[in-house]
């Protein structure tokens, strides 16, 4: 059984930076591709930021320069420092978590609201 489970979101005012968390109950967190999602209201969810277990991240575009993905195998944790946050940013983030190879992403967090204010 996997479980992701995040933390960190709240309200935040713009040009804030907050930092994400997301705690993985996996054996093989250290063979997971891991990635954040958001889904603001009225809006698709969509890919934020993913990492692979070797390290490679990429950036929807929306996010690239201001948003920074990373990972704590020991830990089993995986982050995502906020930066510059607008309020367009606001929405609910999800953690995910898929085996490098596919492109299904099975495992999901709750999700962690974040509001930013103007």
């Known amino acids: 059984q996997v479980q992701l489970v995040e933390a960190g979101g709240g309200l935040v005012q713009a040009g804030g930076s907050p930092r994400l968390s997301c705690s993985a109950s996996?054996?093989?967190?250290?063979?997971?591709?891991m990635g954040w999602f958001r889904q603001a209201p009225g809006k698709e969810r969509e890919l934020v930021a993913q990492?692979?277990?070797?390290?490679?991240?990429n950036y929807a575009d929306s996010v690239k320069g201001r948003f920074a993905i990373s990972r704590d195998n020991a830990e089993k944790t995986m982050y995502l420092q906020m930066n510059s946050l607008k309020p367009e940013d606001t929405a609910v983030y999800y953690c995910?978590?898929?085996?490098?190879?596919?492109?299904?992403?099975?495992?999901w967090g709750q999700g962690t609201q974040v509001t930013v204010s103007s």
């Open positions: 995910a978590a898929k085996p490098d190879w596919t492109r299904h992403w099975p495992y």
């Open positions: 996996v054996r093989t967190f250290s063979s997971a591709s």
């Open positions: 990492i692979t277990s070797g390290g490679s991240t």
